[in-house]
C-alpha cells in the first residue's frame, strides 16, 4: 500500500510505502521510486501521525450515564451508582456497549487499547468474558489489552477475590489490576497483586491514589516492592492523584523512586477533573498527578480517557485528542508533550513497541486533515484514516 503526498509534522511531504505490518520506505512526495501494483491512497497533503493509544479506560462501564444516575458527582457517589448497577448486566448488553466504544476509539485514531474491567462475587467474571469476546471480534482492526480490576483482597473474604483473580488469569486475563487506596491494608494489597502478577508472568497495571490526600501510599510502596522483588513485568500506576497534593520534595523522591522502579504513570484528566476536589469550594485542586516532577524523573507518562459517559464522567468524545487538548489547558504539557502522552508514551505504557513515521517501523498510523500536529490537537478534526498492521481499519 502506498499513501501518496503525505504530510508529515515538519511540513515535507512524502510518500509512505507500506509492506505488511510495517513502514517499507519514506520517500518525497511524486519521486515515483516505487514498484508497480500497489493499492494508492492519495492523502492528499493530510497530516499523518503516529497512532495514538487509548493507555486506559473502562468498556465495561461506558456509555451508561443514562441508566446509572451519580447525583453527587463524585467518586464516591460513582462506586456506589455502579455497584448497584452493575450485577444486572448481561454479557450481549456489556459486548454491545463496549464493541460501541471501542469502534469509537478506533475511528478516533486509536490502535491499541486497554480496558480494565470490574470482578467480583456480585459478577464473577461475566464483564471478562465479554471484554474477551469483543477482543477476538475486534482482533485485526485494534489490539485490545484487558485488565482485572480487583478489590477486597485484603478485607473479609479476601481469599475468594484472589481467587477470582486467579480464574480470570485461567481464562486469559491480559494484566493483573487493583485498587490499593480503597483496601483495608493497601501495602498488603499490593503484595498480593505483585505476587500473583508475578506467578503468571503478567503486567501490572493498580489504581494508584486517586485521592487529594498526600499521605496516600499506593505508589511509595508499589515503588519499594517492585525495586526489593526485582518484578520484570511491565508495571503501571494509573491516576497518582495525591502525588499532586504532595510538596515538591517528596514529589521528587517519588517520582525518582518510581523510575528506578521502572514504573510509568498513566494520567486521566477528563475523569479526574470531574471527580476530584468537589469538596474544595475555594481553590479547588485539579485532581491530577505531578506530571512535571515525573517527567523530570524520566517517568513514562501516558494519558487516558478513563470512562466514557459512565457515572465517574457523564461526557467523553472517546478521542484522544481531546484528552491531549485537556493536558494542554489542566496540566500546561506543551501540545507535543500532550500528543506523545497519548501516542508513543501510551504505547510504551501497553508495552508495545514504539511507533515513527520511518522505514522498518510498524505501520501504525494516522491521517487528518490539518497542517501539524498543534491544529490536530486544537481542532481534534473528524473523518480520520487510521491504519493498523498496515491496513485501514477505519475512514477511507
Request: charged share 20%; glycine share 10%; with cysteine.
Amino acid at each position: 500500500m502506498l499513501l501518496a503526498n503525505a504530510t508529515l509534522d515538519d511540513g515535507s511531504i512524502v510518500d509512505v510505502m507500506v509492506d505488511g505490518p510495517r513502514i517499507a520506505s519514506v520517500e518525497p512526495a511524486g519521486s515515483g521510486r516505487y514498484p508497480p501494483g500497489h493499492d494508492v491512497h492519495d492523502l492528499a497533503g493530510r497530516l499523518l501521525l503516529p497512532a495514538p493509544a487509548e493507555a486506559h479506560t473502562h468498556l465495561d462501564k461506558a456509555l451508561t450515564v443514562d441508566r446509572v444516575p451519580n447525583p453527587a458527582g463524585d467518586l464516591a457517589g460513582a462506586i456506589e451508582a455502579w455497584s448497584a448497577h452493575r450485577p444486572t448486566i448481561t454479557t450481549a448488553d456489556y459486548v454491545a456497549r463496549a464493541t460501541t466504544a471501542a469502534e469509537l476509539l478506533s475511528a478516533n485514531g486509536c490502535t491499541a487499547i486497554r480496558t480494565h474491567v470490574d470482578l467480583g462475587p456480585d459478577v464473577g467474571t461475566t464483564g471478562l468474558e465479554a471484554m474477551l469476546e469483543v477482543k477476538a471480534s475486534l482482533a485485526g482492526r485494534l489490539e485490545l489489552q484487558v485488565v482485572g480490576l480487583v478489590n477486597g483482597v485484603t478485607g473479609p473474604g479476601g481469599d475468594r477475590q484472589l481467587a477470582l483473580l486467579r480464574a480470570a488469569l485461567d481464562l486469559g486475563l491480559d494484566v493483573v489490576g487493583g485498587v490499593p487506596h480503597v483496601e483495608a491494608e493497601p501495602a498488603a494489597a499490593i503484595d498480593h497483586v505483585l505476587d500473583l502478577a508475578g506467578t503468571y508472568g503478567r503486567p501490572l497495571d493498580l489504581h494508584a491514589d486517586e485521592n487529594l490526600d498526600p499521605s496516600s501510599i499506593d505508589l511509595e510502596v508499589l515503588a519499594d516492592r517492585v525495586i526489593a522483588t526485582g518484578f520484570e513485568p511491565p508495571v503501571v500506576a494509573s491516576h497518582c492523584v495525591a502525588l499532586g497534593m504532595m510538596d515538591e520534595r517528596r514529589q521528587a523522591h517519588l517520582a525518582e523512586r518510581s523510575a528506578e522502579a521502572g514504573i510509568s504513570v498513566v494520567t486521566l484528566p477528563l475523569t479526574n477533573l470531574y471527580l476530584q476536589a468537589r469538596h474544595h469550594p475555594v481553590a479547588p485542586p485539579r485532581g491530577l498527578t505531578a506530571v512535571d516532577a515525573l517527567d523530570r524523573a524520566g517517568v513514562t507518562v501516558a494519558a487516558g480517557a478513563d470512562n466514557i459517559r459512565d457515572p465517574f464522567c457523564p461526557v467523553g468524545r472517546a478521542d484522544p485528542l481531546e484528552t491531549a487538548a485537556l493536558l494542554v489547558t489542566a496540566a500546561h504539557r506543551t501540545i507535543d508533550q500532550a500528543y506523545r502522552s497519548v501516542s508513543a508514551a501510551a504505547r510504551a505504557t501497553l508495552g508495545l513497541e514504539p511507533v515513527e513515521i520511518g522505514p522498518g517501523r510498524p505501520a501504525e498510523l494516522m491521517a487528518l486533515v490539518a497542517a501539524d500536529i498543534a491544529e490536530a490537537v486544537a481542532a481534534a478534526p473528524p473523518g480520520r484514516l487510521v491504519i493498523h498492521r498496515g491496513r485501514i481499519v477505519s475512514g477511507t
